[in-house]
T-cell receptor, first 109, second 112 residues
């Protein structure tokens, strides 16, 4: 079993829909990261969080440490949000991240 | 502009040859990382370095080597001992413990 599990694997939605991507992990962590990867391969960090909730524009990330679960929400989705969204956990000590397999999101106009 | 550069974007090599992938950052970050991405799999950690002249093996270090002689640079050598070297390689850096990671654009290596 992977230490970081994401769901769904693939998600297709219509423009304007509210999107939720889930991430569960099975190890102790110091922080959880949400990343975005576009078709060219480049990765952008969206959020790093260790508790509670963070918001940036139309993106919201939450984490429940007790339940070892995080969600990434996109409000008023747009075709430019189409990308792979990756959850990754940090165990501490700057020794690298452990990644989920990613959620491939397509937003249709 | 501050950031991480990787070169080249695409690299082709014959089986049996060693190849070195470049990673440079001007963010003044102490920690640097190499990850490998294969289709259908999450990124996996190859090597990481928390400080100059020191580095540690990650989850899949076999067949790879690194050096960290300068803070700005963390080159990765894919040796002929790596059984399946064809992959997308990403370099990242962070300011230190529990810091946001910044990723380079990646190098797509094809070995035939």
């Amino acid at each position: 079993k992977n230490e970081v599990e994401q769901s769904p694997q693939n998600l297709t939605a219509q423009e304007g829909e509210f999107i939720t991507i889930n991430c569960s992990y099975s190890v102790g962590i110091s922080a959880l990261h949400w990343l975005q990867q576009h078709p060219g391969g480049g990765i952008v960090s969206l959020f790093m969080l260790s508790s509670g909730k963070k918001k940036h524009g139309r993106l919201i990330a939450t984490i429940n440490i007790q339940e070892k679960h995080s969600s990434l929400h996109i409000t008023a989705s747009h075709p430019r949000d189409s990308a792979v969204y990756i959850c990754a956990v940090e165990r501490g000590g700057a020794d690298g991240l452990t990644f989920g397999k990613g959620t491939h999101l397509i937003i249709q106009p | 502009d501050g950031g991480i550069t990787q070169s080249p974007k695409y690299l082709f090599r014959k089986e049996g040859q060693n190849v070195t992938l470049s990673c440079e950052q001007n963010l003044n970050h102490d920690a640097m990382y190499w990850y490998r991405q294969d289709p259908g799999q999450g990124l996996r950690l190859i090597y990481y370095s928390q400080i100059v002249n020191d580095f540690q093996k990650g989850d899949i270090a076999e067949g790879y080597s690194v050096s960290r002689e300068k803070k700005e640079s963390f080159p990765l050598t894919v040796t002929s001992a790596q059984k399946n070297p064809t992959a997308f390689y990403l370099c990242a850096s962070s300011a230190g413990t529990a810091g946001e990671q910044y990723f380079g654009p990646g190098t797509r290596l094809t070995v035939t």
